[in-house]
């Protein structure tokens, strides 16, 4: 039996988010998935505001303090910004800066091409990887499927999920070691929270994809690795040595922000995942998130908000 391809059932959000029922939506609420995203007119805050979210809240709770001083941008503060603006102005992000994306990018590409195979065929290709295959029962069985009954096998399992499910469990589980913490006192210090805010972010923009028509799985995707920017530049901060103090100015803070937004899209247009994360890695690169144009860039602002509410709340 094929996969399913077409509309799907959006309860598998809610287990991806447990016990953050406001967001998700009900059990057995289809949602039809777009094949293409169109650039429309959106009804939204300033691009001032959306700016703000990101330096007064994701910074300050991925450094771990409560807020950003208000005080001048220091000299070491000011480095740091010139040792990423020269890292920006190269073609290209070098490998050394998010080591791990050099390996598990394509293997998360080879996967997410596989499932276009028959079902049985996936299931071979999964069950040869224990976390993987694990993850995928654990989805099947979960509160939201238990009415359709119990599954017996792996095939099973990827047929009740469907693809845009099985997608989102791959990306997940996949890319979960990019956000494993690197030496370094900014990277020591942000490293799991990373990880926590990259998989909130995703599953809220997962969630807002699906009420928009836009494609879940290139939306899970945008959101797990946004957080790729704050990882390569705290790595770019700590490799030149300098010692950020923390809280830092909200100067620096609104700069940094800016920029890891731009070193998101730099690293992530060498990752031809899908054609939507392609173009909004351009996008990000070239304009920023608060400025980007691309409806992956608006569900990301969106999605900011509620996923600090839940991450205040963990």
């Not at 890292?87 to 080591?99: R, S, V, Y």
């Not at 990018?105 to 195979?117: F, H, K, M, S, Y």
């Not at 070691?177 to 998989?199: C, H, M, N, T, W």
């Not at 809280?247 to 920029?259: I, R, T």
Request: hydrophobic content about 45%; overall charge neutral; glycine content about 8%.
């Amino acid at each position: 039996m094929p996969i399913r391809r077409d509309g799907f059932d959006m309860s598998w959000l809610s287990w991806l988010m447990p016990g953050r029922g406001n967001a998700a939506q009900k059990p057995g609420a289809a949602t039809p998935i777009a094949t293409s995203a169109r650039i429309e007119p959106v009804d939204e805050k300033p691009l001032e505001d959306a700016q703000r979210s990101d330096t007064q809240q994701v910074l300050p709770w991925l450094l771990g303090c409560e807020t950003l001083t208000d005080t001048p941008m220091t000299p070491i503060e000011r480095s740091a910004l010139d040792a990423i603006a020269k890292t920006l102005a190269k073609p290209e992000l070098t490998d050394n800066l998010l080591p791990r994306a050099a390996a598990l990018i394509p293997q998360l590409i080879a996967l997410v091409r596989q499932t276009e195979l028959p079902t049985a065929a996936i299931a071979e290709r999964i069950g040869k990887d224990a976390v993987l295959a694990a993850e995928v029962m654990r989805l099947a069985s979960s509160s939201h499927y238990r009415a359709q009954g119990s599954v017996a096998n792996l095939e099973q399992a990827i047929e009740r999920i469907g693809l845009q499910g099985l997608q989102t469990v791959i990306a997940r589980v996949v890319l979960k070691p990019i956000f494993q913490a690197v030496p370094g006192p900014l990277s020591a210090r942000a490293g799991k929270r990373i990880g926590d805010y990259s998989e909130a972010l995703a599953r809220h923009t997962a969630i807002l994809s699906g009420r928009a028509g836009q494609a879940v799985f290139d939306a899970y995707l945008a959101g797990l690795m946004h957080g790729t920017g704050w990882t390569i530049a705290f790595s770019i901060i700590d490799r030149a040595g300098l010692h950020i103090a923390v809280p830092p100015s909200q100067a620096f803070g609104a700069a940094l922000a800016e920029v890891a937004q731009r070193l998101f899209g730099q690293a992530a247009q060498r990752w031809d995942i899908t054609a939507g994360f392609t173009a909004l890695a351009l996008d990000a690169r070239r304009n920023g998130l608060a400025a980007a144009l691309h409806p992956l860039a608006h569900l990301l602002r969106q999605a900011q908000q509620p996923c600090l509410e839940e991450l205040a709340l963990g």
